[in-house]
């Protein structure tokens, strides 16, 4: 059995199934003990008799217990309870995710809000093969949406820009994406060959949940943990989770499918990092070391030039300024990242500044790594 003790000695139970309902559990839980949430809320449907498809055949939709809320008014309450519990987890710097249908997202996206949450995003998932219209009253309901929020508006949320750039073929990522539900081998049955969950979530949705916005030994809680995708999906990528699940039958499929779930080796869970998150290197620093000299010419990509200053500023044709400055000057630019754009000479080749940046912070991550 795993656990983790906060600075309050209080034990979390990482990387189990608790059985129960959430909000009682969750408040029984450490404050502030989790780096982020998942959350897949009941979607309050209120279907009103079967639905068929042209042949009869009946269809498969959600109408389970869980489901079922008397009211708006009786939904609101349990959504503003269960985020209360949820927001009393979250680290400082935490964050969570809600995803729903056009049913229940506008009043989840409300109270996210009404509690003091910080919207960071809403994603749409549009899925590549929803089920169709049968009635043909409507449009074919082919997407929901995510909410991705911070615990509140100064937060220093986790967001790995660049592994999911990575992910997406060097193009940044998009706030729509196009997942297939979950069919064939990856929809878990039950005991009878049925659906073992109507509502079971693919685990690419939750592998880009989870690779953006957490680091690897982060805890992730999911309250509504169904046949545990969020925690099929934490555990492969070095996570640890936790799991709520009020239904006996659906903790049952997660323990199983879980066992299954090998953890990634230390090297794979490694993602491209951002470059925000390197030290900051001043370029006077350049200066002070001796790598570029006072006086020292740096050429543009168009052949412009300015030179070196002692303090590490530029003195280009007509102004005087930061590196960043000058280079949005020439091109007039609101802006200029200085470290791609100017260059300097050495044996007759042309080589960015932003290499001896490089060198700089590889002795300081060597440095690093000797302290420890």
């Not at 003990?33 to 498809?53: E, M």
């Not at 995510?146 to 990522?173: D, R, V």
């Not at 303090?311 to 000057?329: N, P």
């Not at 990242?337 to 002795?363: S, V």
Request: charged residues 25%; contains cysteine; glycine residues 8%.
């Amino acid at each position: 059995m795993a656990t983790k003790t906060t600075k309050r000695e209080a034990v979390l139970p990482l990387n189990q199934i608790l059985g129960g309902d959430c909000i009682e559990l969750m408040r029984s839980l450490p404050e502030a003990s989790v780096d982020l949430i998942f959350a897949d809320p009941p979607y309050n449907l209120q279907l009103k008799g079967d639905l068929h498809r042209p042949d009869n055949s009946r269809v498969d939709a959600v109408d389970d217990h869980w489901d079922q809320f008397s009211s708006f008014a009786a939904y609101d309450q349990f959504t503003r309870d269960w985020l209360s519990a949820a927001k009393r987890l979250l680290k400082p710097n935490g964050a969570i995710w809600v995803i729903g249908s056009y049913h229940n997202v506008f009043r989840l996206g409300a109270e996210l809000q009404n509690q003091g949450f910080w919207i960071l995003n809403d994603v749409v998932w549009r899925k590549s093969n929803p089920m169709p219209n049968f009635r043909g009253k409507r449009f074919t309901n082919a997407h929901e949406t995510l909410i991705w929020a911070s615990k509140e508006e100064a937060s220093k949320y986790t967001f790995n820009y660049e592994a999911l750039k990575s992910l997406n073929e060097g193009i940044q990522m998009r706030s729509d994406w196009v997942i297939p539900l979950c069919t064939g081998s990856e929809r878990l049955k039950d005991d009878n060959g049925e659906k073992a969950h109507p509502t079971q979530k693919p685990e690419a949705l939750l592998h880009r949940v989870i690779l953006g916005t957490t680091n690897p030994g982060d805890v992730v809680l999911d309250p509504f943990f169904g046949t545990g995708t969020t925690g099929a999906v934490a555990k492969m990528l070095g996570r640890d989770f936790i799991g709520i699940e009020r239904e006996e039958s659906y903790r049952k499929v997660a323990e199983a499918r879980l066992a299954r779930v090998r953890r990634l080796d230390r090297s794979a869970l490694e993602v491209t990092g951002s470059k925000r998150s390197e030290p900051r290197v001043p370029f006077g620093t350049l200066v002070e070391r001796g790598m570029l000299r006072p006086g020292e010419t740096l050429v543009s990509p168009r052949g412009q030039t300015a030179k070196v200053r002692a303090d590490g500023t530029l003195s280009g044709a007509e102004m005087t300024g930061s590196i960043h400055q000058v280079g949005a000057a020439y091109e007039k630019a609101p802006s200029c990242n200085g470290w791609t754009y100017w260059h300097f000479k050495r044996e007759g080749q042309i080589i960015p500044i932003d290499i001896l940046r490089q060198q700089i912070r590889a002795e300081m991550h060597a440095g690093e790594g000797r302290a420890h």
